[in-house]
Structure formats: C-alpha cells, structure tokens
Antibody, heavy 123, light 107 residues
Framework: QVQLRESGPGLVKPSGTLSLSCAVSDGSISSNNWWSWVRQSSGKGLEWIGEIYHTGSTKYNPSLRGRVSISVDKSKTQFSLTLSSLTAADTAVYFC????????????????WGRGTLVIVSS | AIQMTQSPSSLSASVGDRVIISCRASQDIRNNLAWYQQHPGKAPQLLIY???TLQGGVPARFSGSGSGTDFTLTISSLQPEDFATYYCLQDYNDPWTFGQGTNVEVK
C-alpha cells in the first residue's frame, strides 16, 4: 500500500528557509494526482500550502505566495517544499498529501496523507 | 478565498448518540465538499467527498448531505472510535480551504 513520508529539519531559525521532502513509497509520482503540502498550527487550523503535478504545474496559496515553492523529483519519486522568510507563525505540523480523482473523473480529494512532521521556528 | 465555517466548534456526546455537524461556505461551492476525521497526533482521514459519497472502507454510520453553501455530516450512532475532530474542506476553487474543526468529545 502506497505511503507518504515527510522528512526535514524539526527546528529552523527565524528569517531562515524551510526545506521538506515527501517520499512516495510506490514510485507513483507520475500518476494522475496532485501532490500537496498542508500544515496545521494551533492558531490557524489546517491550511493548504500548495501542490504540484508531475508535469511541474503548480498551485500555491496566495497567503504564502512569494515565500513558497514546490518541486518534484521524478527520479527520486519525491516532491519537496521550500518556505522562506520564516517567522514563529510558520511553526506547525507539515503534512504531505495526495490529491486524487474519483473513478468518474469528477471530484478531486485528499485521499492519502503522510504522518506529518513538526517544524518549530525558533532561534 | 472561500471561507468555511463549521458549527459547533465542539460538542459532547455519548456512545450511541446521533451527531450532526454543520459546515457553511461563504459562496456557492456546488457539491465540492469533503469531510475528514482526525485523531490527536494523526493525519486527517477522508470520510466523505462530493458532499455525500462515502470513501471506501468508511462505516455506513457516517453520511453527508448538502449543496451550494450548507452541508452536514451525520454520525448515526456514535462509536468509541469516533471521538475525534472533524473538518470540512471545499475543493471548488483553490486555495482549498478547511473549516476550523469540530471536536467531538465524551459526555
């Protein structure tokens, strides 16, 4: 069964840059799915950050635009998140997730999630 | 961005109770709404998509309804494993946005 696994540093400094990766266990990163990042903080609940398709097409949350970048590495079957100009407000659990489509091709939904990784922004 | 408002933010219930959670969108999202369950320390899990379609493997005591701006999640007979936080999510227009969550706790 396919699994997603986040990796990256748990502590980053204010004004620094966060880099996280998400490995897709069965190598299906070139399938018909969007590969997403979602974060969860006590202050703002669940927040969609952005996503990428295997062709490289991306979508980002305007609230983070200018600070966020998502890339895909098909040779490593993983996708990555970069978030810059960090502040304490970026402290959160970061999830990677797959947004897949139903059998009728009508609805997309987050059907698979990683376990999440806690990122603390602090000096 | 479309705003999603859930009510109540928390509720207390007993095993066997019928539980109803509401979600309201700030604009018409047709039936592009999903419901997720999250236990502490775990990732959200998909329960329902397209407002009323049960995800495979999800017990039939969960059901969803609604279209346009008003939606509900119903748990017909609450089970011990259902004590968790529930979130709605609109996938009509990006940025995809979540409700603030409803915590279902033991009465």
């Amino acid at each position: 069964q396919v699994q997603l696994r986040e990796s990256g540093p748990g502590l980053v400094k204010p004004s620094g840059t966060l880099s996280l990766s998400c490995a897709v266990s069965d190598g299906s990163i070139s399938s018909n799915n969007w590969w997403s990042w979602v974060r969860q903080s006590s202050g703002k609940g669940l927040e969609w950050i952005g996503e990428i398709y295997h062709t490289g097409s991306t979508k980002y949350n305007p609230s983070l635009r200018g600070r966020v970048s998502i890339s895909v590495d098909k040779s490593k079957t993983q996708f990555s998140l970069t978030l810059s100009s960090l502040t304490a407000a970026d402290t959160a659990v970061y999830f990677c997730a797959r947004r897949g489509i139903d059998a009728y091709g009508a609805h997309w939904y987050f059907d698979l999630w990683g376990r999440g990784t806690l990122v603390i922004v602090s000096s | 961005a479309i705003q999603m408002t859930q009510s109540p933010s928390s509720l207390s219930a007993s095993v066997g109770d019928r539980v109803i959670i509401s979600c309201r969108a700030s604009q018409d999202i047709r039936n592009n709404l999903a419901w997720y369950q999250q236990h502490p320390g775990k990732a959200p899990q998909l329960l329902i998509y397209a407002s009323s379609t049960l995800q495979g493997g999800v017990p039939a005591r969960f059901s969803g309804s609604g279209s346009g701006t008003d939606f509900t999640l119903t748990i017909s007979s609450l089970q011990p494993e259902d004590f968790a936080t529930y979130y709605c999510l609109q996938d009509y227009n990006d940025p995809w946005t979540f409700g603030q969550g409803t915590n279902v706790e033991v009465k």
